[in-house]
């Protein structure tokens, strides 16, 4: 049964220090991983400044390359109303503008059809063509109101050019100081070659997903014009960015498709949130392991093993640690010594001897009071020593209910043999003002009750 029980409590002890363990590395593990979430959100909210200064440069690039081409078609504009509608140096002015690699050509549309193109080389089948009665005629006339320039597309030309294109209305003054259309300037800037500008290769070489979008007015859509080769996941978190060109509303928007798990560095954070936690956990293990080992080495220093109670040394350490918190306060020590118990060792053996102290320590603890300190002297002798408001007759009837309940031995163990016990009183201050004292006093009233008891035996024996 011993083995059993000794079974039990390192098996209790095992689940205690695992659910210990279990318990904090769970706990620091959920703290570290909501710091982690935050880093990570941080490392997030960093990245996408990083993207809004990128797109912001790229935009900025990309609006001013463009902005600067389409302007020229005002020189083009400029050449007709100084010649008063009529086309003079037409080539020489278009040379001189198509400075720009993004330049695919121009061309002017007296009525809206074209009748000069620069460079004319590979683009012959634009001439006479009407812009007006074009696939995208419906914008160049949309267009006629306006003095400013429009842009369209990109769009593929009748050549088989793709092309971004802009145009100006222009307008003559007549005699009158009226305004009549006179036809358009026309610019068309090659696509996708004029995006260079804003290096998109970069974003691709740093893992990012882009789009560049327009808004068809047809189908009141945002239609991509430009995107990169890693498809752009609009669940994931990206930025977008208006790109205002002109008449032209077109959207630049980016994103890394990095996810959170396929980033080496939040990996990184969650394996050293593990690591600290596994850490933390080892350290309260410890901390609780030698807490207990504390623990257990007081009670081998301070205790009784055999029995619980405290030893000589833990009765001392106790009340001297009571005498420092209320040095005034009274208190009763009983000294119980066991009668004939000498008697039992020879006759049943020193492990039947063992669980009559046991039995005898546990019945005395039951009727005594929660805040009394037990002791074990040493041997057969023990002190009980009483704190709380018990009169002397209500300890003397829970001493006489001990007695009772001791007079029936252990007969399940084979002792049916009575316990019986003699007690010794002294009460703090009346009896004795040291510890030493009262012990002395209770001795001395323990042995006269011892023989009385003799006494009665022989009177009872005659």
Same mark, same amino acid.
């Given at each position: 049964?011993?083995?059993?029980?000794?079974?039990?409590?390192?098996?209790?002890?095992?689940?205690?220090?695992?659910?210990?363990?279990?318990?904090?590395?769970?706990?620091?593990?959920?703290?570290? $991983?909501?710091?982690?979430?935050?880093?990570?959100?941080?490392?997030?909210?960093?990245?996408?400044?990083?993207?809004? @200064? *990128?797109?912001?440069?790229?935009?900025?690039?990309?609006?001013?390359?463009? !902005?600067?081409?389409?302007?020229?078609?005002?020189?083009?504009?400029?050449?007709?109303?100084?010649?008063?509608?009529?086309?003079?140096?037409?080539?020489?002015?278009?040379?001189?503008? =198509?400075?720009?690699?993004? /330049?695919?050509?121009?061309?002017? =549309?007296?009525?809206?059809?074209?009748?000069?193109?620069?460079?004319?080389?590979?683009?012959?089948?634009?001439?006479?063509?009407?812009?007006?009665?074009?696939?995208?005629?419906?914008?160049?006339?949309?267009?006629?109101?306006?003095?400013?320039?429009?842009?369209?597309?990109? +769009?593929?030309?009748?050549?088989? !050019? @793709?092309? +971004?294109?802009?145009?100006?209305?222009?307008?003559?003054?007549?005699?009158?100081?009226? @305004?009549?259309? %006179?036809?358009?300037?026309?610019?068309?800037?090659?696509?996708?070659?004029?995006?260079?500008?804003?290096?998109?290769?970069?974003? &691709?070489?740093?893992?990012?997903?882009?789009?560049?979008?327009?808004?068809?007015?047809? #189908?009141?859509?945002?239609?991509? /014009?430009?995107?990169?080769?890693?498809?752009?996941?609009?669940?994931?978190?990206?930025?977008? *960015?208006? /790109?205002?060109?002109?008449?032209?509303? %077109?959207?630049?928007?980016?994103?890394?498709?990095?996810? %959170?798990? &396929?980033?080496?560095?939040? %990996?990184?954070?969650?394996?050293?949130?593990?690591?600290?936690?596994?850490?933390?956990?080892?350290?309260?293990?410890?901390?609780?392991? +030698?807490?207990?080992?504390?623990?257990?080495? &007081?009670? *081998?220093?301070?205790?009784? #093993? $055999?029995?619980?109670?405290? @030893?000589?040394?833990?009765?001392?350490?106790?009340?001297?640690?009571?005498?420092? &918190?209320?040095?005034?306060?009274?208190?009763? +020590?009983?000294?119980?010594?066991?009668?004939?118990?000498?008697?039992?060792?020879?006759?049943?053996?020193?492990?039947?001897?063992?669980?009559?102290?046991?039995?005898? =320590?546990?019945?005395?603890?039951?009727?005594?009071?929660?805040?009394?300190?037990?002791?074990?002297?040493?041997?057969?002798?023990?002190?009980?020593?009483?704190?709380?408001?018990? #009169?002397?007759?209500? *300890?003397?009837?829970?001493?006489?209910? =001990?007695?009772?309940?001791?007079?029936?031995?252990?007969?399940?163990?084979?002792?049916?043999?009575?316990?019986?016990?003699?007690?010794?009183?002294?009460?703090?201050?009346?009896?004795?003002?040291?510890?030493?004292?009262?012990?002395?006093?209770?001795?001395?009233?323990?042995?006269?009750?011892?023989?009385?008891?003799?006494?009665?035996?022989?009177?009872?024996?005659?």
């Amino acid at each position: 049964m011993a083995s059993d029980r000794h079974s039990s409590k390192t098996t209790f002890d095992a689940v205690r220090k695992s659910r210990t363990f279990l318990g904090v590395f769970t706990v620091s593990l959920c703290c570290c $991983l909501v710091a982690v979430f935050f880093l990570v959100q941080r490392r997030v909210q960093v990245e996408f400044s990083r993207l809004e @200064n *990128m797109i912001l440069a790229q935009r900025d690039d990309l609006r001013a390359e463009l !902005t600067g081409l389409l302007f020229k078609t005002r020189a083009l504009a400029a050449l007709v109303v100084q010649n008063d509608g009529h086309v003079a140096g037409f080539d020489e002015v278009a040379k001189f503008l =198509a400075n720009s690699k993004s /330049i695919d050509i121009f061309a002017l =549309a007296p009525g809206g059809v074209i009748s000069h193109v620069y460079p004319l080389k590979g683009h012959e089948s634009l001439l006479g063509m009407n812009l007006f009665d074009s696939p995208f005629g419906g914008a160049f006339i949309a267009s006629q109101g306006n003095d400013g320039i429009s842009v369209f597309g990109p +769009l593929q030309l009748p050549d088989g !050019t @793709n092309a +971004l294109l802009g145009g100006l209305p222009v307008f003559l003054t007549n005699a009158k100081g009226q @305004n009549r259309l %006179w036809g358009l300037a026309v610019i068309a800037l090659k696509f996708p070659q004029l995006l260079d500008v804003a290096d998109l290769d970069l974003l &691709e070489e740093q893992g990012l997903s882009y789009e560049i979008l327009r808004y068809d007015p047809q #189908t009141k859509q945002r239609v991509p /014009i430009s995107a990169s080769d890693r498809p752009f996941d609009e669940h994931a978190p990206h930025l977008n *960015m208006a /790109i205002q060109i002109f008449d032209a509303n %077109w959207q630049f928007r980016i994103s890394s498709n990095e996810a %959170w798990h &396929e980033s080496f560095e939040n %990996w990184l954070y969650i394996f050293f949130a593990a690591v600290l936690s596994l850490l933390l956990a080892s350290l309260a293990q410890k901390n609780r392991d +030698l807490a207990e080992a504390h623990h257990r080495l &007081e009670e *081998m220093v301070y205790k009784d #093993t $055999l029995t619980g109670a405290l @030893n000589r040394r833990g009765l001392f350490y106790t009340m001297t640690a009571r005498a420092a &918190e209320a040095q005034d306060k009274k208190f009763i +020590l009983y000294y119980l010594d066991l009668d004939r118990f000498k008697d039992v060792n020879d006759t049943y053996g020193h492990k039947a001897g063992d669980r009559v102290l046991q039995h005898f =320590a546990s019945v005395i603890q039951s009727v005594a009071p929660p805040d009394s300190v037990f002791a074990r002297m040493g041997g057969d002798e023990f002190i009980l020593v009483l704190f709380s408001a018990y #009169t002397e007759a209500q *300890m003397t009837a829970a001493l006489d209910k =001990a007695a009772a309940t001791l007079a029936n031995g252990l007969p399940d163990e084979g002792l049916a043999v009575p316990i019986i016990f003699s007690v010794g009183r002294a009460g703090y201050p009346e009896n004795g003002k040291t510890l030493d004292e009262l012990l002395s006093r209770a001795d001395r009233a323990m042995y006269l009750d011892k023989e009385r008891r003799r006494q009665h035996t022989r009177q009872v024996a005659r």
